[in-house]
Structures are given as C-alpha cells and as structure tokens.
C-alpha cells in the first residue's frame, strides 16, 4: 500500500512535464502551411454539422509566427477546426477543442483551417510550447527558408594563396605588384580567387590603338568589403619608319589602382541611364503609359557581370529587341537579368511577357528583384486608364510569380477589384520566405593554409 501511495506521488509529480515534453515532427512541420504560437481565446459554435462531424469556429490569438504560406490576420485569426467522433467518443465534440484552453500551443496548421471547410487537428499538430520546442521550430522554420547567393562563383585559388592573403590583410602594395606582373597571363584569374567578391568588367573600348579602360574589383578583407578601381592601357601602337609599325590588341598593362565604389556606382548609373533612354526611345509613339520601377544598382552590377556580353541572333539575323521573339530568347538561354531589366520597358506587353518567362525559369535570385517590383506598385492607381485591365494583368503576374517562386498560395477576399491588394497583403509573407547569403572574408578564408 505503501508503495502504491510513493509510486502514485512519483506519477502526479511528473505528470506536468509528461504531458508537456512532446516535441515537433519534423515532417509534420515541413508539410503544414502554417506554423504559430498562440491561444484560443474562443469557441464560437458550429458551422457545419455532417453524420458525426462538426466544424467550429475558433479565435486563435497569435503570438509568434514561425512560417506562413499565405496571409494570417495577426494577432486574431479565426481558425475552422473539424472534430469527428471517430477521434473524439464523447457526447460533446466541443470539449475535446477545450481541452486545449487557457495555455499556449505550437499550432501546425494548413491551408483548409482558415477556410469554412475546415480541418483536423491532433496531437501532432498541436505541440506544448516550451523553450525546447520554440528553438527547434525556429530551426525547421530556417531551414525551409530559400537561400539566395547572388555572387556565387567558382573558387580555384589554392590553399596557400599568397594573393588572398594579401588582399585579406589589405597588402594593397602587394595585391597590385601580383596584379601588375600577371597582367598579360591568360591563367591568371582575378575572380576565381576567393576573396574577390566581383569583377565587373570593362565593357566596351575604343577602337584605336592603345586605349584604356576600368575594371572594378570588390575584395574581401578584414574589414569587410573595399571596391577597387583597376585601369588598363589596352593594346599599343608603335610606328617605327614609314610603313613599318609593331601592335598589339591583346596587350594589357596596369596603370592605376585605387579606391573606385563611387566610380562603380557612377558607370552603373551612366548604364541605368542608358537602359532607360533606350526603353523609352522605343516606345516614344505609345500614346499613354505607366510609372516605371528603376531598378536598384545591384541589378545592373549583376546584369553587367553575368550577362552583359550576350548577342542573340536566329538563321544569323540579330532579333529585333523588345520582340516576343527577343523575350523568348532570353528565356532560352535563362537571362534571368535581361528578364528583369525588361521592366523598365513602357510597354505593358514586354513586361507581362517577361514576368511569365521569369515564373517558368523558376529561379530564386529573382525574388528580390520582383519584390521591389510589387513594392513600388502596390499603392499605384489607374482607374480610368484605357490600361486599367492590362495593368491589372502585370500585378497579377507579379504575384502569381512571387507565389510560385516562394511556394506560397495569396488569397484575396471575394468581391476585391483591385490586384494592388494581392500585393499589399502578399509582401509581408514573401519577404519571410528567403534571404539573401553573401559570404564574408573570413568565410572566403575557411580551409586555407597561412
């Protein structure tokens, strides 16, 4: 009796933490919709009742929102809870939702619970929340999250690079003498090296013989990112007697280095300038158009990197710009940078075109691009424009792309006209769904012998 009684104490002692130490199923967070803290505050009676299964409408206030794939009103959402007797014998299919009353859960839910359908929730849905249980959903939540490096490159500098290390300690005498002396070595990659962030290149140069031009050259260091300006004397030309003359179009010789982030920023300026002269020369017959998004100088960086240096041609016949023809063949060749630029053309036809190409790519560094992109539209109006559909069609596309880029689903209710409220609710969950990866200096010198 005795030790029945000892054994009974031992139980109700530890029965808190017994029915609190369940912990999150990983696959079971990685397939829900939805991923909150919260407390429900209210169970407002039946909405559907159906051969033993009935439907509540339950007032959840949120605390904290791990994931989300579509819009949650915060911080009352009004969730739709399935009970069925199957899962519950009692009389009252009510009590087996108040069992849940007056304490703070892990709610793993879908996309059926904030519709009148309604869902099923069991234990495994519905997780005690603890210290324990928060970190791990803050990790599941991380590691769903799209990852986006927007300067990934290929490293082939050994181990013991003696130009990394310089450029890491910020050896500038040093880093130019190596620089200097492998000019003309065709071997000698700058960008292959892992602490060069970037190398935008010179673009065009003059024809005549010797010319120069600026390359720009982001190092990584201790001290973080330093963007250097590199001019070139490229080719010579020398005349010795009459007609006899010595050149060289492929010589190349280091003439300056110094500081260059406000001469970068100043050509990717001078290349917006250009790209936007030359959109609205090509549309200067249409009688009315819409605002245009300027890109941000990130996006002209990595269009000058990646893609700048691309011709296309069909049969040997150049495609005429601002084509479909011209759309599709960016598409081919995956111009994700082309594509996107493609918005500051007047022309709502280019844009939509270019936004589906986008969508079927499917690629993620894109995101940000269109985000900005929805940003700037969501509060612009053109309610008696003869463009009003057409410019409704663009938003759409905006968000249907952001949608299937970041794996969300953007619900609008019945009856809204407007696109620019797809946007405006759908901002908030995109912008959860990624980040951006940029490594540093001390990650570009991990594994390396010094």
């Known amino acids: ?168 300690n910020e050896n500038w005498f040093l880093v130019r003498r190596i620089i200097d002396s492998n000019d003309n070595n065709p071997n000698f990659k700058i960008e292959k090296h892992r602490c060069v962030k970037y190398v935008l290149p010179i673009g065009e140069v003059l024809a005549s013989l010797p010319t120069w031009g600026t390359k720009y050259v982001c190092f990584r260091t201790k001290r973080g990112e330093q963007v250097k300006a590199l001019t070139y004397q490229i080719g010579y030309y020398q005349n010795i007697i009459c007609f006899l003359h010595f050149e060289n179009v492929n010589y190349y010789d280091l003439k300056r280095f110094e500081d260059g982030s406000q001469y970068e920023l100043q050509k990717l300026e001078a290349y917006r300038s250009g790209m936007i002269w030359e959109a609205e020369y090509d549309t200067i017959s249409f009688p009315e158009t819409i605002p245009v998004c300027l890109p941000e100088p990130e996006y002209i960086r990595l269009w000058n990197i990646y893609e700048y240096h691309r011709h296309f041609m069909e049969n040997d016949h150049y495609v005429p710009k601002y084509s479909k023809e011209y759309i599709d063949h960016l598409e081919k060749n995956k111009l994700i940078y082309n594509l996107c630029l493609l918005s500051l053309h007047r022309s709502l036809d280019v844009k939509i075109w270019s936004i589906q190409a986008l969508r079927r790519l499917n690629d993620p560094r894109v995101i940000p691009y269109l985000i900005h992109l929805a940003e700037f539209y969501k509060d612009i109006y053109l309610t008696e424009s003869k463009l009003e559909n057409a410019y409704q069609l663009y938003l759409r596309e905006i968000s249907s792309t952001l949608d299937v880029l970041t794996n969300c689903y953007t619900i609008i209710p019945y009856g809204t006209d407007h696109e620019q409220f797809r946007l405006i609710i759908g901002l908030p969950v995109w912008k959860t769904k990624f980040t951006v990866v940029e490594r540093n200096a001390l990650n570009a010198m991990n594994n390396m012998n010094f």
């Open 1 to 168: 009796m005795m030790k029945s009684r000892i054994l009974l104490s031992i139980i109700l002692l530890h029965l808190p933490y017994l029915l609190f130490s369940q912990s999150i199923t990983d696959s079971v967070f990685h397939r829900s919709d939805f991923a909150v803290v919260g407390e429900i505050s209210e169970v407002r009676g039946t909405v559907i009742e159906d051969l033993g299964t009935e439907v509540f409408m339950v007032s959840l206030k949120i605390d904290t929102i791990y994931k989300q794939n579509t819009h949650l009103n915060f911080p009352l959402q009004t969730i739709f809870w399935s009970v069925s007797n199957l899962r519950y014998s009692g009389q009252n299919l009510q009590e087996y939702i108040n069992q849940y009353l007056s304490r703070k859960y892990i709610f793993l839910l879908s996309h059926e619970h904030i519709r009148r359908g309604g869902g099923e929730l069991d234990s495994l849905h519905i997780i005690p929340m603890n210290a324990e249980n928060h970190l791990r959903a803050i990790q599941l939540a991380g590691e769903e999250k799209i990852r986006i490096n927007r300067y990934e490159k290929e490293n082939s500098c050994n181990k013991n690079c003696c130009f990394c290390m310089a450029v890491f």
